[in-house]
Every structure is written in structure tokens, then in C-alpha cells.
């Protein structure tokens, strides 16, 4: 059976009882409406040697604008938790807003780097504050050893990875990668929004990260392959925000795959749902 701890004071006193077991915890932080995508997070903080996993649920609020989607946001707390125990979670943080942010509270993270590489943080100036302050907390939280993020917030696992080893956070972050449908779909919570004509049409965003990666691993030069990216994905019917090749660790922008490893990630919205989704190329 999952226990769920509301409190930080008791998920720390239950941390020390693994601990003193000498047994390794991985922490696996998210905002509920659990699919596969985030069993795969649980598996691969197994695959690191934990022999006990404690997964997070908490939709933040400082993570999301006014206009954004906070009151709708899914909330599915007891699936979730029966999703938890049926991959044998021990145990699952589920805080109350007061208990992370209770009255009074005033300190603020000012994420840089990857947190300002013109993607993401265009579109939602303040959003990576927000994860930064929420993720440090689950970290210091949680005290675990490893905490596991998925690939497909591809920047956000970049703002952490800085920023645990600037705040000299102990906690080794392990990056996991995307689990997508049948027709490449990337799983997300947010795929519920779409209607069934806008989720049939959903897949042309990582057919075209595909074709786009293997273009320009075939030498197409970067700012034209990218270019005709948008363009299909907009001829498909989404408004493409953005369609880019970046340095895969610091999300420089890259002229030209020589420059280093790469990443391709694209946001686009279809109908009222923004879609994000990356690829190595
Ligand atoms: O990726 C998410 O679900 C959230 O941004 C996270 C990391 C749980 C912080 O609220």
C-alpha cells in the first residue's frame, strides 16, 4: 500500500527511517493526472538503485500565470493513487498549498541560463521561478538521492539540473526519456484537453521532429530545416510557437550541428491547447 504523507514533518521522519535501514530514496516529483509517462519515472528511480521511491503530487500554483490553466488543471487523486500502488509506490507526498506556502512565506528563486534561453520562459515569463522554488523544496523536502524528471519538459529538466548544482542541492537529477503513443505522441497530462479531431491531428508534431532530426543529421542547413518545420506544423493547424535547434545541454541556439550536442523542441498550440515536445537530433 502507498502511505501518503501530507506534511513535510512526516515525510522527513519516515526518510529517516529508510535512510537508517541504509536504504537509498528516490523522489519523484509531479503535478498528478498520472499516466505512463510517469510510471516510467518511478522504473527508472528503481533502475538508480532506490529501493524506495516517494512520488510528489502538488499542483503548484506559482508555476502558472493568471491566464494559465491552474483552477482547471486534472486533478485525479485516487487514480493516481491507485496507479502508485499498482507499481509497488511506498509512498506518496501529497501537500496542501498552506504547507508549502504558509502565510508569511516570501522567498523567491531566480532561475538563469536555461531559464532564460528563449523558449519556454518567452511564453511563460514566470514559470520557471515558480518550478525552481517548488522543486527545491520537494528536494530539501524529500532529502532523497536521486530525483527522476522527465525529458519532456526538456527545458525545465535543464533549469534544474543548473540549478541543483549551483545551490549545491545533493540530490542527483536523473533525466528520463519521453514515452509517446502509438503514433508518437508524446504523453502528457495536458492531452486530455484535446478534442478527438485535434488528437488525431496531434501526431504531426513529433512526425516532423523526427523527419526534422533526420534532415539535418543528413547536413540540411539548420535555420532553413527549421523553418519548413514550422511551416508544416502550422500547415497542420497548430500556432507554432516555436520550432527550434538548441545545444542539448545549455539551450544556446545552434547555427550548425558542429557547435555541439543538439536538441530539437518545438511548443505549437492546436485549438486551446499548447503542446510541447523535443527530440535529440
Ligand atoms: O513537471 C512537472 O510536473 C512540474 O513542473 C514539477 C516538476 C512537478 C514541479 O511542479
Not at 239 to 258: G, K, N, Q, S
Amino acid at each position: 500500500m502507498t502511505q501518503i504523507f501530507r506534511t513535510v514533518a512526516e515525510l522527513r521522519a519516515n526518510g529517516a527511517r529508510w535512510r537508517g535501514q541504509g536504504e537509498r530514496i528516490a523522489l519523484v516529483p509531479t503535478m498528478g493526472a498520472l499516466h505512463a509517462g510517469h510510471l516510467s519515472l518511478v522504473q527508472a528511480a528503481r533502475e538508480q538503485r532506490c529501493a524506495r521511491v516517494v512520488v510528489s503530487i502538488f499542483v503548484n500554483p506559482t508555476q502558472f500565470a493568471a491566464n494559465e490553466d491552474f483552477g482547471a488543471y486534472p486533478r485525479t487523486f485516487d487514480a493516481d493513487l491507485e496507479k502508485l500502488a499498482s507499481v509497488g509506490v511506498d509512498a506518496c507526498f501529497a501537500p496542501t498549498p498552506d504547507e508549502m506556502y504558509p502565510s508569511g512565506f516570501c522567498t523567491k528563486i531566480i532561475p538563469g541560463g536555461p531559464a532564460l534561453a528563449g523558449l519556454e520562459d518567452r511564453f511563460r515569463p514566470e514559470h520557471f521561478a515558480g518550478v525552481a522554488q517548488v522543486v527545491t523544496k520537494l528536494l530539501n523536502a524529500a532529502q532523497a538521492d536521486c530525483a527522476c524528471f522527465g525529458e519532456k519538459d526538456y527545458q525545465q529538466l535543464a533549469v534544474i539540473r543548473q540549478m541543483a548544482g549551483d545551490l549545491d542541492i545533493p540530490t542527483e537529477i536523473h533525466g528520463v526519456p519521453i514515452l509517446r503513443e502509438a503514433d508518437g505522441l508524446a504523453l502528457s497530462s495536458r492531452n486530455v484537453y484535446l478534442s478527438a479531431d485535434e488528437r488525431k491531428r496531434a501526431a504531426l508534431l513529433s512526425q516532423v521532429l523526427r523527419d526534422t532530426a533526420e534532415r539535418l543529421r543528413a547536413g540540411g542547413e539548420v535555420a532553413a530545416v527549421c523553418a519548413e518545420a514550422s511551416r508544416r506544423i502550422a500547415e497542420g493547424g497548430f500556432a507554432v510557437d516555436y520550432f527550434e535547434a538548441r545545444h542539448a545541454a545549455t539551450l544556446a541556439p545552434l547555427a550548425t550541428l558542429a557547435e555541439g550536442p543538439a536538441r530539437l523542441l518545438v511548443a505549437a498550440r492546436l485549438g486551446k491547447t499548447r503542446l510541447i515536445d523535443n527530440c535529440a537530433i
